[in-house]
């Protein structure tokens, strides 16, 4: 035996173990509740062995008693990690559903008047003003209904471009919480380093808020984290350390451009983008993570409008040779044709890398997307109305430099005029730009050196906001306002000019456009919107269907670490029980030792 005294350092022993594992139990029951608390486990071990002597089987050895090995947490990393990961996505997906939803509310579709209302009532007005063009009745209700018309989309167009906006503050909220968690977690490492250094206590419950810190962390931004030997964690956010050792490296925003207020994240030290969005976020590649992309990835980075999204050039048609009298004229439109083919070749090439870029950088951005895709239909309608009304034709001129080159002018030989003596005018568009006519009069000098004074047609330049027939930008023409008889519907003799009233109808069923590069169909107005906000509320869909499914997945997570981590207050009454009766056993040792001691002494001297 270890020798007299030594028997009551294994009492001793006995008792400080059994006593430190009540407290550890006591512990867990009392934080049976507490959110993000994990359970902790003590594991006894025996404490030394002395050497009594040898025999013929090996050595005889007694032991010191028993002491505690570990204070752990009940943990398993691989399904935090797991969980972590589905909460990412969860939290991405559910960040982009909640964009749509909130979109879908500003088209009325959710509720009892939509958009396609007001597209109707125009459609209807144009089937009066048709059967009664040269009514001021009809007139004026044709123009109110138009003025309600773009009033209504260029209000949708005010609370899209407002959202996106909004979304600004929401992506600096987030921000802003990543550095409070990124802090909070290099704080608690070095709490935990200084608890832990001495080899004696596990900081547990430090270790527990660093490990809710990180649940949180990771439905805000993709990350990844590796603990070191000194019980610190460095994480890792989109690749890049978020927290070391030594510092916290923080993510500010900045304004994408001078031009557009919106924000991005990039890392304070250097100025480099946190996200890298050149390629779409996906699963397979497990960068859908995070609700700050999933922000970021609805709003965009600029206002888009019409012309961010590339419309396909048309092929010419070859000319065939049974359709030309001699070979001579076919020769010619031969030739003709082959510099036609020439220059679709180049402008299908643009049309290519603008495609591409497209996808990249617009079609992703869910309101971005809608913006530019609703401000297309709008377009389509106001220049389609207004070169009904004023149409243009092509006029080549000599210009300053001697160079001959082609204009738009106003048709004077198809445009109608307004009704009555005193509006015999001409040109007088339905929608026009905020602060850039239609239409500019000047002297031209022809190819044939003879002078005319035109009205020469102000093109739209993507370059310029201004110059384009884009939301935020219209407006119904004010002289018509004022003036219903300007509507140029009537010739030069003051009768209805029954064709155009007819054309105000038919643009309706006439073939417009794709929603985008990607699609091959070619609706009209209403069933390019139709199909607009379908693709809209099938992206919705998509969404909200992987949101649920990843929150499944993460709850199911959630629960296997709740099986692990959680505190079954039925067991950890079972270890106080056992620790209890081991603490009685060791007492009752001890006793029994102090009272062999006291024989002894008192017997024996």
Known sequence: MPGTMGNFYIGVSGMQSNQYAM?????????ADT???S????LLTDLAYVDIGKN???RNQAGLGTRISDVRLVRDALVDRSYRTELGREQYYQAKYGVVSEVQQYFGEMESVSFRVYMKNLWTAAQELQKESNSIVTRSSYIATAVTFIDQANQIYDQLTTYQKNLNKEIEDKVDRINELAQDIYDLNHKISLVEAGGVENANDYRDQRDALLDELSGLISISYSESGNGQVDVYAERRTLVSMDRVYEIKVKQV??????????????????FSLTNAPNAEDKTDTGSLKGLILSRGDWIANYTDIPVAPEAPVRPVRSD?????????????????????QTDYAQFVKDKEYFNTYLEPYTVNNMIAQFDQLIHGIVTRANDILCPNTELEIVDESGQIRTIQILDEEKAGYGLGQSNFVQGTELFCRSTVPRYTEQEVTLTDGSTRTVKVFNTEDKADYLSLYALGNLEVNDELLKNPSLLPISNAMGEELQGVADQLIHMWSDDFASIGPNSLVINNFMGYYNELVGDFANKGQVYEGIAESQNKAAQELDMQRQAVVGVSTDEELSNLIRFQQGFNAS???????????????????
């Not at 359970?39 to 003590?42: A, F, G, L």
């Not at 001078?258 to 480099?272: F, K, L, N, Q």
Request: proline share 1%; aromatic share 12%.
């Open 35 to 37: 959110k993000g608390y």
């Open 257 to 274: 451009s001078e031009s557009c207020d919106y924000e991005i994240p990039i890392w304070a030290d250097d100025g480099d983008d946190v």
């Open 39 to 42: 359970r902790q486990q003590v």
């Open 23 to 31: 407290n550890t139990t006591a512990h867990n029951i009392d934080n």
């Open 56 to 58: 013929a089987v090996g």
């Open 587 to 605: 007492s009752r040792y001890f006793t029994v030792v102090s009272e062999m001691v006291e024989h002894l002494i008192s017997r024996l001297g």
């Open 324 to 344: 030309y009298a001699t070979t001579a004229e076919y020769d010619l439109a031969l030739a003709d044709y082959n510099t036609e083919y020439t220059q679709y």
